[in-house]
């Protein structure tokens, strides 16, 4: 078992920056593929980027890349998502999920994550 718990998120100007952190507790961090996932009012939850277990490779959505980057230390067993630029469309909430495979297969698939924390609001005014 895996638990995530998440932090970081507020209300942020547009064109400001944040960093989200999630912390994992429960097994070998370095096996996870972690990802991160963002969820808007009345929209389906979408993917935003994810990373590899040793932290080699890295996976973003159109709508984050040149913006957004996703590190992870595993020796603090935590993932982080800097967003800068942020615009008011980023706005949501933005949860972290770990798959039990090392590698991300198919990163932006929420059937390949086995464990999800429960979310920070990210609150981005115009």
């Known amino acids: 078992q895996v638990q995530l718990v998440e932090s970081g998120g507020g209300l942020v100007q547009a064109g400001g920056s944040l960093r989200l952190s999630c912390a994992a507790s429960?097994?070998?961090?370095?096996?996870?593929?972690m990802g991160w996932f963002r969820q808007a009012p009345g929209k389906e939850r979408d993917f935003v980027a994810a990373?590899?277990?040793?932290?080699?490779?890295?996976y973003s959505a159109d709508s984050a890349k040149g913006r957004f980057t996703i590190s992870r230390d595993n020796a603090k067993s935590t993932v982080y998502l800097q967003m800068n630029s942020l615009k008011p469309e980023d706005t949501a909430v933005y949860s972290c999920?770990?798959?039990?495979?090392?590698?991300?297969?198919?990163?932006?698939?929420?059937?390949?994550?086995?464990?999800w924390g429960q979310g920070t609001q990210v609150t981005v005014s115009s």
């Open positions: 429960g097994r070998t961090f370095s096996n996870y593929c």
């Open positions: 990373i590899n277990g040793n932290g080699g490779s890295t």
């Open positions: 999920a770990a798959s039990s495979r090392r590698y991300c297969d198919i990163p932006q698939a929420q059937h390949g994550y086995d464990y």
